[in-house]
C-alpha cells in the first residue's frame, strides 16, 4: 500500500546535483585518502539510491571529506559560510545545502528533500555543529527527512578527522590517519501527513542510539580512541 507523502512544491529548486562537483570529486577523492592516509570500513553497508549519512561532526574535513568519499552526496552546510562570497558561490557551484541551525530553515529542508526525492546520498551533522563528535547532541532534522522521503539512515563514525583546536587548526596534520567507519543503515517507513512531534521524537532517538553504538563499535575494532 502506497503512502500519501505530501510532499513541498519542489519544482522551483535547483536541480539536485553538480557536474563542478562530480568532476571533481575523483581527483579530492585521491587527495583525501592520501594526504590524510583516509581509509574507508564497510562501505557495503551503504545501500544503493537513496540515503541519509549521518556523520559525527568533529572537524572542517568532515563535510568535505564524506561527500568527496561518496558518489552523489550532498551537504548540508552551515549558512555562516555562505556569508564568504567567494566561499559561498563556490558552495552554489558544487551543490551544498545551507542551513540555518538556529531557526525553521523550511527552504532547506525542501532542498534536502530535492536531493533525496532525486535518489541521492544527503551527508547531515546530526550534532548541528563541531564538537566532542559522540552524537550526545541530535537534532531532529534526521528523523524527520528519514520519515518525509523513506530514505534509509547510515550511521557514520569519524576518528581522527579532527585535532585540538578550532577553523583550519581542527584539520588533521597531513600524513595522519583518518578512519571512515560505516554503520548498518538504519531503514525508515515513509510517514505521510500527520507526522507527529513524538513520532519526529521517537525516531530520533532510535537514530541516535544506532549511530552512538556505530561510533562504540568502530573504536573497539580499530583500538582506537574518537580524540
Known amino acids: 500500500m502506497s503512502v500519501e507523502l505530501d510532499l513541498p ?16 570529486r575523483p581527483t579530492v577523492g585521491v587527495i583525501a585518502r ?8 564497510h562501505r557495503d553497508r551503504i545501500p544503493d539510491g537513496r540515503c541519509i549519512l549521518a556523520v559525527n561532526h568533529v ?15 550532498q551537504a548540508m552546510a552551515k549558512k555562516e559560510l555562505w556569508k564568504v562570497k567567494p566561499l559561498g558561490h563556490f558552495l552554489d557551484a558544487v551543490g551544498q545545502v545551507p542551513i540555518d541551525r538556529w ?19 544527503l551527508v547531515i551533522f546530526p550534532e ?11 537534532k531532529r532534522g534526521t528523523a524527520y527527512l528519514a520519515m518525509v522521503t523513506g530514505a534509509p539512515v547510515v550511521p557514520v563514525a569519524l576518528i ?5 583546536g578550532t577553523g583550519i587548526r581542527s584539520v588533521p596534520k597531513p600524513r595522519s590517519h583518518v578512519d ?6 538504519v531503514d525508515v517507513a515513509p510517514k505521510g501527513w500527520p507526522r507527529t512531534a513524538g513520532e519526529v521524537a521517537d525516531l530520533t532517538a532510535v537514530l541516535q542510539r544506532a549511530c ?6 568502530a573504536q573497539q575494532e580499530l583500538g582506537l580512541v574518537l580524540h
Open 9 to 24: 512544491d519542489l519544482s522551483s529548486l535547483p536541480a539536485a546535483g553538480s557536474p563542478l562537483l562530480d568532476l571533481l
Open 103 to 121: 531557526n525553521p530553515d523550511p527552504g532547506s529542508i525542501r532542498r534536502c528533500i530535492a536531493v533525496l526525492q532525486a535518489e541521492r546520498r
Open 59 to 73: 572537524g572542517l574535513l568532515d563535510g568535505p571529506l564524506v561527500v568527496a568519499l561518496n558518489q552523489d552526496a
Open 212 to 217: 552512538q553504538q556505530n561510533l562504540q563499535q
Open 34 to 41: 592520501n594526504l590524510w592516509r583516509t581509509t574507508e570500513h
Open 128 to 138: 548541528q555543529h563541531r564538537g566532542n563528535g559522540d552524537f550526545a547532541q541530535f
Open 180 to 185: 571512515v567507519v560505516y554503520g548498518d543503515k
Open 160 to 164: 581522527g578527522a579532527a585535532t585540538t
